[in-house]
């Protein structure tokens, strides 16, 4: 298992981070072939010349139908298994974005749900911000955690799964490339194959996934799209850093708060738990790294 995912992450990395080669168009300049410019010679410029009425016709249309309206022939359709309205993405005054019209595509053709699918994007969205503006997320983000874990209110996690993800956050905030640093992109690429190959890892990994993933309603699924909208279009849209990391912590929780104290909770406590000691693990393994956020008591 462990050399499966290592060779998935491997692929991923080596996959991202390969620039985008311009497609080279070769222009065949020596072309033998016999029939290559062989054409008759015209007689249009031939004082005499006359063209000809077409066949079974008589009189010719003078009418220019260069401008002409074409007719409409594109057909708006959807993957399979559409789980969103047929008409969405047909109007283009609609009030859904681009990214939420791909994200939901992302659903339908991925198997995701709301949950992966939204951190599969937003790791992607922070791959793509400018290095002061993801960093100003990102420490912003830091205090909105620290401050729900002292106001008590992240305490169903358990204390093991806390201490890990204020070390792996601690972890990233002291490298000098914050959550541009190789060490912060190596953890959510790994997560992201996870999310992109949890059939194939199966297991706790694909437990994990699609019991947070059926937690979401539809209500809180919009919510979480609409708040990697305002996530994506920081610094503009008008919001604060601490508007845009409150509004998508919240709408990241929600499903996991309305279940507070229930069985179900307590399953993707313990599944998180194992999984993010396994992630830690083989990230150190993969690294050659002794990671200090690997949690204790397991």
């Given amino acids: ?16 981070r390969i ?9 065949d300049e020596n072309n033998d072939d016999i029939d290559y410019m062989n054409y008759g010679v015209t007689n249009i410029w031939w004082h005499d010349f006359h063209e000809p ?12 139908n260069l401008f002409k309206k074409a007719s409409e022939t594109t057909v708006h359709t959807h993957p399979p298994n559409w789980p969103f309205p047929e008409d969405f993405g047909t109007n283009i005054t609609q009030q859904e974005s681009l990214i939420q019209h791909d994200l939901k595509n992302s659903i339908t053709v991925d198997g995701l749900g709301y949950g992966s699918a939204s951190i599969d994007k937003l790791f992607d969205q922070i791959f793509k911000k400018e290095f002061r503006t993801a960093n100003e997320l990102f420490v912003t983000f830091v205090v909105d955690v620290n401050e729900r874990i002292s106001a008590g209110k992240l305490a169903s996690m358990g204390q093991p799964l806390l201490r890990a993800l204020t070390e792996l956050l601690r972890n990233i905030a002291n490298n000098r490339y914050g959550v541009h640093s190789n060490y912060a ?3 959510m690429e790994m997560v992201q194959t996870v999310i992109k190959n949890k059939n194939t890892f199966n297991g706790e990994y694909k437990e994990l996934i699609d019991l947070y993933d059926s937690l979401f309603t539809k209500e809180e699924g ?5 708040s990697l909208e305002v996530f994506e279009h920081y610094p503009e849209g008008g919001k604060t850093p601490e508007q845009v990391c409150e509004r998508i912590l919240n709408a990241f929780l929600a499903p996991y708060n309305k279940i507070e104290g229930t069985e179900e909770q307590k399953k993707i406590v313990r599944l998180l738990y194992k999984v993010s000691r396994k992630l830690t693990e083989i990230y150190a393994l993969y690294n050659g790294y002794n990671s200090s956020i690997v949690p204790e008591g397991v």
Avoid at 19 to 27: G, K, M, R
Avoid at 53 to 64: F, G, M
Avoid at 222 to 226: H, Q, R, T
């Fill in 19 to 27: 620039e985008d080669i311009p497609t080279q168009f070769d222009l």
């Fill in 53 to 64: 009425a077409p066949e079974n016709s008589t009189e010719l249309s003078t009418t220019s």
């Fill in 1 to 16: 298992m462990l050399a499966d995912i290592e060779g998935k992450i491997d692929k991923e990395r080596k996959h991202r």
């Fill in 222 to 226: 919009e919510e979480l799209l609409a």
């Fill in 185 to 187: 992109t190596d953890i």
